[in-house]
């Protein structure tokens, strides 16, 4: 299913110094309460969310960075401690974003965990590798205890990401 990813995300990485040195990835206030009034949402019917970051990849001297601008989401296959993309509504999330003008790629994705903090799950960190294998952030919200945080994806593996939020 990761195809359509991988060809957004190989989109060349503009050159641009980082505008916080040790800055990990840049997200707009409005990502983080669009994902977190998701994550409220799902809360209210017992289930987790998830969807996709949505930005732009730059590249300095101390690598690859995003600024991510944006969410989408589609039809989720959901219960209280699993979630996953509807295949159909996947494939139509990449192609509009593939579609997009403006150098807008897919940068990372998202998704809730009800009551059970924001680390990784080894399932999580499967489909990051899957998903974003070189590069790419996993955000997880978790409305319960009203936790936030960024991982991303680092030698084979993943690592916390320093995120930086911008107005
Ligand atoms: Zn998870």
Redesign the pocket.
């Known amino acids: 299913m990761s195809p359509r990813v991988l060809s957004s995300e190989t989109r060349e990485p503009e050159r641009r110094a980082r505008r916080v040195p040790g800055a990990d990835v840049f997200v707009r206030e409005g990502v983080l309460h669009a994902a977190t009034d998701h994550a409220d949402a799902g809360l209210s019917e017992c289930q987790?969310v998830m969807g996709l970051l949505v930005g732009r990849v730059y590249e300095d001297g101390s690598g690859m960075y995003a600024e991510v601008t944006g969410i989408v989401t589609g039809d989720l296959d959901a219960g209280s401690a699993?979630?996953r993309f509807d295949k159909d509504s996947f494939e139509a999330l990449a192609d509009s974003i593939d579609s997009m003008d403006g150098g807008d790629s897919i940068v990372g994705w998202y998704?809730?965990?009800l009551g059970?903090g924001c680390a990784?799950?080894e399932?999580?960190v499967r489909?990051q590798r899957a998903l974003f294998r070189e590069f790419g952030y996993a955000m997880?919200v978790d409305p319960v205890r009203g936790e936030l945080s960024v991982h991303m994806s680092a030698d084979g593996g993943t690592r916390q990401a320093t995120m930086v939020v911008l107005d």
Do not use: C, I, N
């Open positions: 987790e699993e979630v998704h809730s965990h059970a990784l799950s399932t999580d489909t997880v």
